[in-house]
């Protein structure tokens, strides 16, 4: 049977175990190059701790096997006294990357498709003096009824000219 544990501890023992996990790790590959991005990082910039000792670079693992391959499998055009002379210490040389033909020529390169003009969207100021016209002309006519009872101050008529002024610009035939 499960022995009752607190809320609390049963939350942080997954926890727990992760982080002990995670120290019990060996941590034997340390990117030389932090902070720069990279999918996978090349393997000539790692350093290999083996048990936690010596650091050695790939490329350094790599000529010291090249230094214990048989000396048969080495080219036999390959002085004798190169290979007594400690050359077999420095790194090989690097080689170029990339391809030896000319870059292409850029005319022949295809072109990206050019964009259909699309037309402009049709435009809804019909619409909108419309509704500008539909929804002042109701006051309108009461302020012009109001005007020819001599019910309209000065203030009220200018109202009404201005009112009258804007339905004309919104296009509307009953507009004086």
Known sequence: M?????PLARRLAPLAFLLAAGACAPSDVRDDTPGRAQAFPPVYNQTVIPGGGERRTWSQIQAEESQSTP????QP?????RRDSG???QTPPKRRRGSSSPPPDPAALPRPPRPVPVPPPPST??????FKRDLIRPEVDR???DDAMGRLDPL??????KRENDLRQ???PLAR
């Open 87 to 89: 050359d077999a210490d």
């Open 170 to 172: 919104w296009g509307d």
């Open 71 to 74: 000396a048969k499998a080495r």
């Open 156 to 161: 009220g008529q200018r109202d009404l000219m």
């Open 77 to 81: 055009d390959e002085p004798q006294m």
């Open 143 to 145: 302020m012009r009824t």
């Open 125 to 130: 100021q019909g619409a909108t003096d419309a």
């Open 2 to 6: 499960n022995p009752h544990l607190p």
